[in-house]
């Protein structure tokens, strides 16, 4: 069964260095998502990609965010110069089409930033 | 402004025991509602979804119904291995889920 993938599961970076957090959407997927769930707290919807550009993001997607579809396969999400508030696991999401299709999750990305 | 509550925010059940989490939602205009369950650091897997009052789903010993303004993951007869967290959420704005904070679900033998 297909699924979404990413890595790494686990990054720890310092304070004000950049990451890079990688997912492989599900093969025959348009619409790419990431969201964050700080620990204890709710899952958050941070941004959407379709096309090639961003669909709607959110107030926490600051410009310190960015997100990028390199390749055929992967999507990125990219976070210029992380802050402590910044650790949280990070999911990312794919579905076929837009509308109400279903949004299957990724096992996530825990980034802690020390 | 959209909102998803969900209660309780734990329960403890003994496996065999059925019960209800519930959802309660305002959204303008329900365009899907759905239901996941999430290991401890893992991603959300998905388990239903419903669009319009009325409407039902079944997996197993779970089942998700949907009014007007709530819906319901029902289990019966729960194991041990359906203890989780249950996380309900609807489509807000384009097309991002707005989440609700879920259910600690624990079933003792």
């Known amino acids: 069964e297909p699924e979404v993938t990413q890595t790494p599961s686990h990054q720890v970076t310092q304070m004000g260095q950049e990451v890079i957090l990688r997912c492989v959407p599900i093969?025959?997927?348009?619409?790419f998502y990431w969201y964050r769930q700080i620990l204890g707290q709710k899952v958050e919807f941070l941004v959407s990609f379709y096309n090639n550009e961003i669909s709607e993001k959110s107030e926490i997607f600051d410009d310190q965010f960015s997100v990028e579809r390199p390749d055929g396969s992967n999507f990125t999400l990219k976070i210029r110069s992380t802050k402590l508030e910044d650790s949280a696991m990070y999911f990312c999401?794919?579905?076929?089409?837009?509308?109400?299709?279903?949004?299957?999750f990724g096992p996530g990305t825990r980034l802690t930033v020390l | 402004e959209d909102q998803v509550t969900q209660s309780p925010e734990a329960l403890r059940l003994q496996e065999g025991e059925s019960s209800s989490l519930n959802c309660s939602y305002t959204?303008?205009?329900?365009?899907?509602l759905f239901w996941y369950r999430q290991d401890p650091g893992k991603g959300p897997e998905f388990l239903f979804t419903?669009?319009?009052a009325g409407e039902e789903k079944e997996k197993e010993r779970l089942k998700a119904t949907l009014t007007k303004k709530e819906s319901f993951l029902h289990i019966t007869a729960p194991k041990p291995e359906d203890s989780a967290t249950y996380l309900c959420?609807?489509?807000?704005?384009?097309?991002?889920?707005?989440f609700g904070a879920g259910t600690r679900l624990a079933v003792h033998p």
């Open positions: 959204v303008s205009g329900l365009r899907g």
């Open positions: 959420a609807v489509f807000g704005g384009y097309n991002k889920l707005i």
């Open positions: 419903l669009y319009s």
């Open positions: 999401a794919s579905t076929r089409e837009l509308s109400t299709d279903t949004q299957y």
């Open positions: 093969s025959n997927h348009l619409y």
